[in-house]
Each structure stands twice: as structure tokens, then as C-alpha cells.
């Protein structure tokens, strides 16, 4: 069975949103633990072969130097420690991190300079790495801006000074939009279909009988919204329904709805319990 091992690097902290490697964490080999013993005890299991590493440095990294520094960082020690050990360097993960702009003065990855910045790493190891093939996770930068989460309100509630719109959907079809887990939470950009005009600010809620399950904190849509209305909030397509406590109340599941400019729309996911 081929193995890569997953490896939390020292020094490479970064400035990525949520920050996987080069801090304390559950995941990965630690570097330091790199030893000969280690490796060792790697090649003594007679049904593993060691191909390669994976490393993740962080995701949410909108900054291409940082993407492209990384990369060369574990190039380098992919190199490193396959040169070291003595195995066949066929398999080298890399991460992704490549993020979108989702709120207020964040700015859109420069994709030029880090292709750029791509190209040199190309031409300084692709003589090293002839046998190895390179891995890149950037699935959100790919799939987050093509996809739109859609929910109705079913009552609006003032309390205390603030308006609430409970809708039928929430932190338990969309955790992300509900920043579960994070300290630091923003809001998804996110519009009333069809609705525009004076606007006044808003809690948008999911369903869910917790404080948590909160989509918008103070979001600004028109003033009339109102039982019925459907939000939707915009760049959804990654990080969606099974990112999600979805079972949660056991509440009935969303529909998955693709379209193609040939075809139409089409459901993407069939045998869940959709309405």
C-alpha cells in the first residue's frame, strides 16, 4: 500500500484564514519527529511503500507570494527527506489554500503572479521532480463562487430593538455562512430575490432551536422583507451541506441544484430526503 506522510512543519506559519501547519495542531507528523527511527519503523511494514509527503499549510490564503513560498518550502523538504531516506519521490501534496474574496475589503487572488511565481518553481525543480507528481487542493477556490445557498423566511420577529427573519435553512445546511467554530465571524454576501429599495439591518437565522445558528448579523436588505421572501446568499459552492451538522433536528434536507448553459438545470444528488 503506498503511503505519504502528512507533516505539520516547524516554521511555516503564513497568514492563511484558518492556519493548518507551523502551529500547534492535531494534524499531521510533526517535522521535528522526522527521525531516522521514524522511517525506520516505515520501511519494516511490509505491506507500505512510502511514495511522497503531504503538507497544508492553511486555507483562506488570498496572497500569491504566500501560495508559491509555500510550495518551494515543501518542495524543498519533500526533496529533502526523500534524498535523506532513500525512497522513490512519486507523490508530493502541496495543499491548496487558494481563497476568494467573501467580504468587504478583501481583494481576489492574484492568479497571474502566482502562476508566475509557479512557473519559476517549474523551472528551478522540474529536473528533481520528473518522476513526482504534484498535487494542488483548490477546490474552493474552483467551486465557492459558483454556487448559491437559498433559504425562506418563515416569520419576522422583532425583539429588543432587533429584527429577526427566521428562514428554513441555516447553520445546519450551510455551517460556513454560520461561521461555526470560528471566533471572528463576517457575513456572506447575500440579497432578497426580487426585492430591492430601503434597506434596514437584519438577523438572519436558520431554524435550529441555538444562538448559534446565525447566517447575517446585522445585514442590510430591503425593510420590507418578509415571510416568504427567499435570500440567497451568494458564493456557496464550497464548504456547503456536508460541511454541515446536517442531521441536526432531523430537519428535512435542501435540494442540490446544478445548471449547464446545455441542459438546464438538473439535480445533482438523488436518494436524500430533498424537498
Same mark, same amino acid.
Given at each position: 500500500?503506498?503511503?505519504?506522510?502528512?507533516?505539520?512543519?516547524?516554521?511555516?506559519?503564513?497568514?492563511?484564514?484558518?492556519?493548518?501547519?507551523?502551529?500547534?495542531?492535531?494534524?499531521?507528523?510533526?517535522?521535528?519527529?522526522?527521525?531516522?527511527?521514524?522511517?525506520?519503523?516505515?520501511?519494516?511494514?511490509?505491506?507500505?511503500?512510502?511514495?511522497?509527503?503531504?503538507?497544508?499549510?492553511?486555507?483562506?490564503?488570498?496572497?500569491?507570494?504566500?501560495?508559491?513560498?509555500?510550495?518551494?518550502?515543501?518542495?524543498?523538504?519533500?526533496?529533502?527527506?526523500?534524498?535523506?531516506?532513500?525512497?522513490?519521490?512519486?507523490?508530493?501534496?502541496?495543499?491548496?489554500?487558494?481563497?476568494?474574496?467573501?467580504?468587504? !475589503?478583501? /481583494?481576489? %487572488?492574484?492568479?497571474?503572479?502566482? &502562476?508566475?511565481?509557479?512557473?519559476? @518553481?517549474?523551472?528551478?525543480?522540474?529536473? *528533481?521532480?520528473?518522476?513526482?507528481?504534484?498535487?494542488?487542493?483548490?477546490?474552493?477556490?474552483?467551486?465557492?463562487?459558483?454556487?448559491?445557498?437559498?433559504?425562506?423566511?418563515?416569520?419576522?420577529?422583532?425583539?429588543?430593538?432587533?429584527?429577526?427573519?427566521?428562514?428554513?435553512?441555516?447553520?445546519?445546511?450551510?455551517?460556513?455562512?454560520?461561521?461555526?467554530?470560528?471566533?471572528?465571524?463576517?457575513?456572506?454576501?447575500?440579497?432578497?430575490?426580487?426585492?430591492?429599495?430601503?434597506?434596514?439591518?437584519?438577523?438572519?437565522?436558520?431554524?435550529?432551536?441555538?444562538?448559534?445558528?446565525?447566517?447575517?448579523?446585522?445585514?442590510?436588505?430591503?425593510?420590507?422583507?418578509?415571510?416568504?421572501?427567499?435570500?440567497?446568499?451568494?458564493?456557496? !459552492?464550497? /464548504?456547503? %451541506?456536508?460541511?454541515?451538522?446536517? &442531521?441536526?433536528?432531523?430537519?428535512? @434536507?435542501?435540494?442540490?441544484?446544478?445548471? *449547464?448553459?446545455?441542459?438546464?438545470?438538473?439535480?445533482?444528488?438523488?436518494?436524500?430526503?430533498?424537498?
Amino acid at each position: 500500500m503506498p503511503i505519504a506522510l502528512r507533516i505539520n512543519p516547524m516554521d511555516r506559519k503564513g497568514t492563511g484564514k484558518v492556519r493548518m501547519s507551523g502551529v500547534a495542531s492535531q494534524f499531521g507528523i510533526e517535522e521535528i519527529d522526522l527521525t531516522e527511527a521514524l522511517f525506520e519503523e516505515i520501511f519494516s511494514m511490509p505491506n507500505t511503500k512510502l511514495c511522497g509527503i503531504h503538507v497544508y499549510m492553511g486555507t483562506s490564503i488570498l496572497k500569491a507570494e504566500e501560495i508559491y513560498k509555500n510550495t518551494e518550502y515543501v518542495i524543498e523538504l519533500g526533496l529533502r527527506l526523500a534524498n535523506t531516506y532513500s525512497f522513490e519521490f512519486t507523490y508530493l501534496n502541496v495543499g491548496g489554500g487558494f481563497d476568494i474574496p467573501y467580504f468587504p !475589503g478583501e /481583494y481576489e %487572488l492574484d492568479i497571474e503572479e502566482l &502562476g508566475r511565481g509557479m512557473k519559476r @518553481l517549474e523551472d528551478t525543480y522540474k529536473s *528533481r521532480l520528473t518522476e513526482t507528481k504534484v498535487y494542488f487542493e483548490s477546490g474552493r477556490y474552483l467551486l465557492a463562487e459558483c454556487g448559491a445557498f437559498l433559504i425562506r423566511v418563515l416569520y419576522r420577529k422583532e425583539s429588543k430593538g432587533n429584527c429577526y427573519l427566521v428562514c428554513d435553512g441555516g447553520a445546519n445546511f450551510h455551517a460556513a455562512s454560520a461561521f461555526l467554530g470560528r471566533f471572528v465571524r463576517s457575513n456572506f454576501p447575500m440579497y432578497v430575490l426580487g426585492k430591492s429599495g430601503n434597506e434596514r439591518e437584519f438577523y438572519v437565522t436558520g431554524p435550529s432551536c441555538t444562538p448559534t445558528d446565525l447566517v447575517g448579523q446585522k445585514v442590510k436588505l430591503p425593510q420590507d422583507t418578509a415571510e416568504g421572501d427567499i435570500i440567497v446568499i451568494e458564493k456557496s !459552492g464550497a /464548504y456547503g %451541506l456536508t460541511y454541515s451538522p446536517y &442531521g441536526f433536528l432531523s430537519h428535512a @434536507l435542501p435540494a442540490e441544484v446544478g445548471y *449547464r448553459a446545455e441542459g438546464g438545470f438538473h439535480a445533482l444528488i438523488s436518494g436524500r430526503n430533498a424537498e
